[in-house]
Each structure stands twice: as structure tokens, then as C-alpha cells.
């Protein structure tokens, strides 16, 4: 029997979920701290620890002595601390793509959303207000439109597929080149990152923070795109300059913004983002379906008991 202890959120909608994985598998016993933070005592038999939000830092690794594994329940690693789990013999998972189209889909809804301003829409319709012209000049096709992806992993190739249903042109950039079969398949073309935003109607980022990405996105890459452009961020904060972006988007120099992450979240308050024109905001609910959220729950639990049983489990990143 595997002693595996959550550390993440305690919505009930999620631990009802994560009960129902554990429910339909015996070799596991589940525990969830009853306090914000786990105790000594619920450390003390912790074999896995399902990572959800939040540090795993050394001083609490050493609280839990069995532990040998931390599974992340997404592909971000965010607050592990990778070098104290080495000492200490622990692998660190995570399960890159199980999130990919729940992402995808949030980015295509946010990218429609802000083409066809629908929250002013949805909002005067409510106060009764008729005014279907009040956004005519500034709404826009996504057919023909130039679309340019940062990251073209998982998440990135499911959107440019979608993307491409509704007959846009596709352009990407990444550090690591997809083959030219997977290009040609998609309907893609890579190109270098100036030549990339250069005219594009739609950017889209799905890439992690790193050293390279952070800032990578400011006012001079704003200053490329089209002025109807639509610049969404489902990735990380910090890749893009929010006040640079707020700017353009105050200016009209950039038409919206379909944003799923921002700096210092989940305190946002006070975030230019917040007061700008044409932007969708959501709080970091990329992946939280239904589907998603069984999905991952399902493959973190498979591998932490393929360790369990000997064997090496899957996506081992540290």
C-alpha cells in the first residue's frame, strides 16, 4: 500500500475528483492535510507527494523520510526544489500534455472573445443596452488572419490546428524546431522571432519561464504586430511586459488581450491589465475541466504506483 499525500488546492470540486481517483484503486491510500499546510504526522508516511500548487522545498522533504517521488498534477514544476530532492534520492515528475487541450481550447475561446468583443457585448445586452455596431469597426474575421505561436509543443500544435480550421494563416517560433513532416501536417512555417511578429494579427505564448522567455515579449515586439492584433498568454507571467502591453492596448496600437496568468497571482489587484481595453481575463483556469482535471489526477496516481511496483515511471524530470 502506497502512502500518497496531497499538497495543493482544497476546492471541493477537485478533492472530489482526486477522492474518486483513489477510490477505484486499492494499492494507494490518499491523505489530505486537514491544514493549510501538511503536519509532521501526515508527512511522516508519505511515500508520494502529489503536487498540485504550492513549495516543496528541503525542509519539508526532510519532514517526510519515506518520501520518492513528487508528482506534479500538470507539466509546470514551479516551487520544487530540484537540487534538495536529488540529495535526498527523490525523482520529480510531471505530466507534460494532460492539460494540452483544455489549454488550447481556453486560448481559442479568449482569442474569439476578443475578435468579437463579447464581453462589452454580453455586458451592455444585460443593462439592456441594443448596440450590436458598438464594436463593428473594431471586430474581426479570423479567416486570413496571420497567427503567430511561441511554443509550438502539446499545447501549441493543438491550437494551431484549431487555428487552422478557421482559415488562418500559421507561423511559429521555437527553440526547438518541430520536423518539417509535423510542420507540413499542421500547415505551419517556422520562422525567426522578429520575422514572426512582423504583421501578425493574433500571438499566442506557450512556452515556460525561463531565463531566455522572461520579458521576452515588450514593447518593441509590440511595436511589430498588426494594430489589430490580439496577444494571448496562457503560459507563464513574466514572459510578456503587462504595462508595455497595457499600453499599446490604451493606445490602439494593439486591438486585445486574452490573458490566463498574470504577475504576483493570484493578487492581481491593481494589475494594468485590469484596466485596459479588449482584455478577456481569467484566473490561471486553463486546465480546470472536468476531463482535464480526472485526466491528470488518473496519471499521476499510475505513476506513482508504477514506482511503487519497481519499475521507472513516466516523465522523470529530476
Given at each position: 500500500m502506497s502512502t500518497v499525500i496531497w499538497i495543493g488546492e482544497k476546492d471541493r470540486q477537485v478533492l472530489d475528483i482526486l477522492d474518486e481517483a483513489f477510490a477505484a484503486e486499492p494499492?494507494?491510500?490518499?491523505?489530505?492535510?486537514?491544514?493549510?499546510?501538511?503536519?509532521?504526522?501526515?508527512?511522516?508516511e508519505a511515500e508520494a507527494i502529489l503536487n498540485g500548487a504550492g513549495t516543496?522545498?528541503?525542509?519539508?522533504?526532510?519532514?517526510?523520510?519515506?518520501?520518492?517521488?513528487?508528482?506534479?498534477?500538470?507539466?509546470?514544476?514551479?516551487?520544487?526544489?530540484?537540487?534538495?530532492?536529488?540529495?535526498?534520492?527523490?525523482?520529480?515528475?510531471?505530466?507534460?500534455?494532460?492539460?494540452s487541450v483544455a489549454v488550447a481550447e481556453l486560448a481559442m475561446a479568449s482569442l474569439l472573445a476578443c475578435a468579437r468583443h463579447l464581453p462589452g457585448l454580453d455586458a451592455n445586452t444585460r443593462r439592456g443596452e441594443w448596440t450590436p455596431n458598438e464594436w463593428l469597426d473594431q471586430s474581426y474575421e479570423l479567416a486570413g488572419r496571420k497567427a503567430a505561436i511561441i511554443g509550438l509543443g502539446h499545447i501549441g500544435q493543438l491550437l494551431a490546428?484549431?487555428?487552422?480550421?478557421?482559415?488562418?494563416?500559421?507561423a511559429y517560433y521555437d527553440v526547438f524546431r518541430q520536423p518539417e513532416e509535423v510542420e507540413r501536417e499542421i500547415g505551419i512555417e517556422y520562422t525567426e522571432l522578429a520575422e514572426l511578429l512582423a504583421g501578425a494579427d493574433v500571438l499566442s505564448i506557450h512556452v515556460p519561464l525561463t531565463a531566455d522567455t522572461r520579458g521576452m515579449i515588450g514593447a518593441e515586439q509590440l511595436a511589430l504586430m498588426s494594430d489589430t492584433a490580439i496577444v494571448l498568454n496562457m503560459s507563464r507571467p513574466g514572459i510578456v511586459d503587462e504595462s508595455a502591453l497595457a499600453e499599446a492596448l490604451?493606445?490602439?496600437?494593439?486591438?486585445?488581450?486574452?490573458?490566463?496568468?498574470?504577475?504576483?497571482?493570484p493578487d492581481i489587484a491593481g494589475n494594468p491589465l485590469l484596466d485596459a481595453p479588449n482584455v478577456v481575463a481569467t484566473p490561471h483556469a486553463g486546465a480546470q475541466t472536468r476531463d482535464t482535471v480526472k485526466r491528470v489526477f488518473t496519471k499521476a496516481l499510475a505513476n506513482v504506483l508504477t514506482l511503487a511496483e519497481g519499475e521507472t515511471p513516466q516523465h522523470?524530470?529530476?
Open positions: 494499492r494507494a491510500t490518499l491523505v489530505i492535510p486537514a491544514g493549510d499546510s501538511p503536519t509532521d504526522t501526515e508527512l511522516a516543496i522545498s528541503a525542509e519539508l522533504m526532510d519532514r517526510a523520510p519515506k518520501l520518492r517521488i513528487i508528482q506534479r498534477v500538470g507539466a509546470g514544476t514551479d516551487g520544487i526544489d530540484f537540487a534538495a530532492a536529488a540529495e535526498r534520492d527523490v525523482l520529480v515528475a510531471n505530466l507534460p500534455g494532460a492539460n490546428r484549431r487555428m487552422k480550421a478557421f482559415d488562418m494563416t500559421l490604451r493606445a490602439g496600437t494593439i486591438a486585445g488581450a486574452g490573458f490566463d496568468v498574470f504577475s504576483g497571482e522523470v524530470i529530476g
